[in-house]
T-cell receptor, first 111, second 112 residues
Framework: QKEVEQDPGPLSVPEGAIVSLNCTYSNSAFQYFMWYRQYSRKGPELLMYTYSSGNKEDGRFTAQVDKSSKYISLFIRDSQPSDSATYLCAMRRGSNYKLTFGKGTLLTVNP | NAGVTQTPKFQVLKTGQSMTLQCAQDMNHNSMYWYRQDPGMGLRLIYYSASEGTTDKGEVPNGYNVSRLNKREFSLRLESAAPSQTSVYFC???????????FGSGTRLTVV
């Protein structure tokens, strides 16, 4: 079993839809959870950073962590065509540990 | 504010040729990383340097070598390129804090 599992999609939604992206993990030592966004032919960029269980909101984006279920989610409200990208989850045990990435989910938002 | 700069952006090599991918960061980060990204495989760690003067193997180190030249620069060398090394290579850096990793824009390498 891989440490981090992420459905690769692809996921195609109409503009304005609510998007839910998810990752599951097996290592209970993970404490820090992140979501990266990667546009085509670009490097990944950090989108959201959370520590421990709970929700964190930033504009149209909400990151959710459920440590008891080893499950993290990213919700995008009122999705826009500019949100079309690959979204990668990432997590690590502590501040100075390497990140473990999911394989990424390709999202297309259609106008 | 350049962040992480990778050169070259594109490269075509013949099998057996060698080349060095360059990476430099201007954020005073301690840690630097080299990843390759292939369709369906996600990001795979090749080598990393937790701090200046140290380097360690990642998930897929075979066929590669690295040099942490100083705190800013971390290079990746392919000694004898193979078609299986055709990929997009990303360099990243980190200070271990809340900002996660900062990635460069990538090098698209084709080995024919």
């Amino acid at each position: 079993q891989k440490e981090v599992e992420q459905d690769p999609g692809p996921l195609s939604v109409p503009e304005g839809a609510i998007v839910s992206l998810n990752c599951t993990y097996s290592n209970s030592a993970f404490q820090y959870f992140m979501w990266y966004r990667q546009y085509s032919r670009k490097g990944p960029e950090l989108l959201m950073y959370t520590y421990s269980s709970g929700n964190k909101e930033d504009g149209r984006f909400t990151a959710q962590v459920d440590k008891s279920s080893k499950y993290i989610s990213l919700f995008i409200r009122d999705s826009q065509p500019s949100d079309s990208a690959t979204y990668l989850c990432a997590m690590r045990r502590g501040s100075n540990y390497k990140l473990t990435f999911g394989k990424g989910t390709l999202l297309t938002v259609n106008p | 504010n350049a962040g992480v700069t990778q050169t070259p952006k594109f490269q075509v090599l013949k099998t057996g040729q060698s080349m060095t991918l360059q990476c430099a960061q201007d954020m005073n980060h301690n840690s630097m990383y080299w990843y390759r990204q292939d369709p369906g495989m996600g990001l795979r760690l090749i080598y990393y340097s937790a701090s200046e003067g140290t380097t360690d193997k990642g998930e897929v180190p075979n066929g590669y070598n690295v040099s942490r030249l100083n705190k800013r620069e971390f290079s990746l060398r392919l000694e004898s390129a193979a078609p299986s090394q055709t990929s997009v290579y990303f360099c990243a850096s980190s200070d271990g804090g809340r900002d996660g990793y900062t990635f460069g824009s990538g090098t698209r390498l084709t080995v024919v």
